[in-house]
């Protein structure tokens, strides 16, 4: 088609209709096609905030759109569509439509911080890329990602013990990521082990998987932590849920 | 005896201009065509002025009591000139209330107009009630009202300010930039926000220029403390639904039509050549340059000159000007108007 605008429309977005009459008027078939309007009729205020409330998305409101980020994204080098510039914008509008396009590629963002760097006005879109991928699990837009499992798990032990207990962390891991524990790397790790490491060592690794080794006189600690942990998470549930 | 030099306009510039030449013991008359003293920052009602956030009545009306209490100046309100003939040093001006004066020099202070909105009709000031302007803002905060729909005087939820309104736009003939309604709209943005923090700012900009020092204390000051959101769209029209204010227009940045509804549209309007510069042209015997504004001639020798000599401008009337920029010309003129009469300077200096 000649006309440039053709690359603005959606494939989803033409409709083409078996049957279809309307007032009296046949418009079936291929050359009755439909564009869904793209027009913008409204701006959902609430979702700037609620990812200005997840940590790293604090400053998305001081953007002006200058594209820096996105010039110097490592990943949008490899793949155009990941555009940090535009998806601050659609955040800012409250565009959840168009932002949910792209839910499947923002977590892939790498964290080089180049952005971080080049932002003229310290908007830090690398955090705000992380508080949007949390915003999309926390949505239930996306499903929770291997790694944030793994930051449960390992926080959940450290709060509990003030230790970390690797095959505990590994075991709890691959359980959330319903992966299987027998895996070959795994069997043959264990085998070296045994057959390697000084007995006494081998007792005291054993002794730590059945009993969960604990610092002495942690709770005060873990308690703070907890309360603060929990004051945050709080504040974000009552940012989302607003 | 020296004779007094003929100050026309009482806002910033002549305040500044007829101080000025008072603290030297020089004699003014300052004509005003209006009832009272003050310019547009008075007579239009601002709130807090840029960038020193005093109010305008404290602020300019601190130079209207300097200027009332200054034995050296006569004021003449509610009066114009209709007649000035003459040389350097020897005019003769006629005024309106039939009165003569013999003046040595004069300084055009004549400002600006407010550009009247109801000129881009597409935007719809003066169809919907909600739809208003930059001084009419300033006037409801400067009252004390605080920023509500006139409609029903409900508090806005949503309020869009479309800036270069009567300014930038080749269809209306004015292709100049306002220079002052980025930095105001930006500061009346955060002021909405203070006082109704519930309620959402959109600016709808094509640049923004809130030059120098206001970049911080502005444009970045208002989107990073007061969160208000920046949209680059030149407005198509303004409608209604019936219940709410419809923007329409194109959001650029993500080449995509918006349609949204909106409380209350802030037109920020521009600086017009003031109406009267044609007869001041006239009478005065000076050019205007091309937009109609008066032409200021000679600005690296000294300031304030225009085609006629003896005859001065300074501040808005020779094109849109701050209020702190206004007060400098106004000083400035003073200084050429004395150095000229004492010492006359070639004018290629």
Known sequence: ???????????????????????????????????????????????????AALPG?????????????????????????FNPRYWIYL??????DELLRDKDIIWQCVSCNKCT??????????????????????????????SMH????????????????????????????????????????????LRNLPVGLLTRMGLATFVAPKTRGWSSAAAAMQEYIDEQHEKQEQALSS | MTKPILIVGGGPAGLAAAHSLGTVGRSSILVEKE??????????????????????????????????????????????????????????????????????????????????????????????PDVVTTTQVEQMISSGQGVRCPSDGRKPQRVAILLCVGSRDRQIGREWCSKICCTVSSNLAMEIREELPECHVYIYYMDIRTFGLYETKYYWRSQEEFKVKYIKARIAEVTSDGEKLIVKGEDTLVK??????????????????????????????VDLEEHGHIAAENRYGAMGHTSRPGVFVAGAATGPETIDDSIAQGHAAAMSVLSELHQPVDKSA
């Open chain 1, 1 to 51: 088609m000649p006309i440039h605008e053709k690359s603005l429309i959606r494939p989803e977005n033409l409709k083409t209709h078996e049957e279809l009459v309307i007032d009296g008027v046949d418009v079936s078939g291929h050359w009755s096609t439909f564009i869904e309007s793209r027009v913008v009729s409204d701006y959902n205020e609430a979702m700037e905030d609620e990812i």
């Open chain 1, 150 to 193: 793994f930051d449960e798990v390992f926080t959940e032990q450290v709060i509990k013990t003030g230790k970390i207990e690797e095959s505990r962390t590994i075991r709890r891991f691959f359980s959330r990521t319903k992966q299987g524990l027998m895996q070959p790397w795994m069997i043959e790790m264990v085998k070296r082990l």
């Open chain 2, 35 to 128: 009832d009272k003293l003050g310019g547009a920052p008075i007579l239009s009602g601002y709130a807090k002025l840029v960038p020193s956030g005093e109010w305008a009545k404290d602020a300019i009306g601190g130079m209207v009591d300097r200027v009332e209490g200054d034995s050296n100046i006569k004021v003449l309100t509610g009066t114009t000139v209709t007649k000035f003939d003459g040389t350097p040093g020897n005019f003769t001006a006629e005024f309106s209330n039939g009165d003569n004066a013999q003046v040595e020099a004069a300084v055009l202070c004549s400002g600006f107009t407010h550009f009247d909105s109801i000129n881009k009709p597409e935007w719809g000031f003066g169809t919907f």
């Open chain 1, 117 to 146: 760097y080049a932002c003229p006005r310290d908007v830090f879109p690398e955090g705000v890329m992380k508080a949007t991928a949390h915003w999309l699990e926390r949505k239930g837009h996306t499903p929770k990602s291997p």
């Open chain 2, 256 to 285: 995509r039509p918006i349609t949204i509804p909106f409380d209350m549209v802030v037109h920020a309007i521009g600086m017009d050549p003031n109406v009267d510069n044609p007869q001041l042209a006239d009478i005065f015997g």
């Open chain 1, 57 to 81: 998305g604090e400053n998305i409101h001081r953007c002006w759109q200058c594209g820096s980020c996105t010039n110097s994204c490592t990943v949008n080098a490899i793949n155009p569509d």
């Open chain 1, 91 to 96: 955040i800012r509008m409250g565009m959840e």
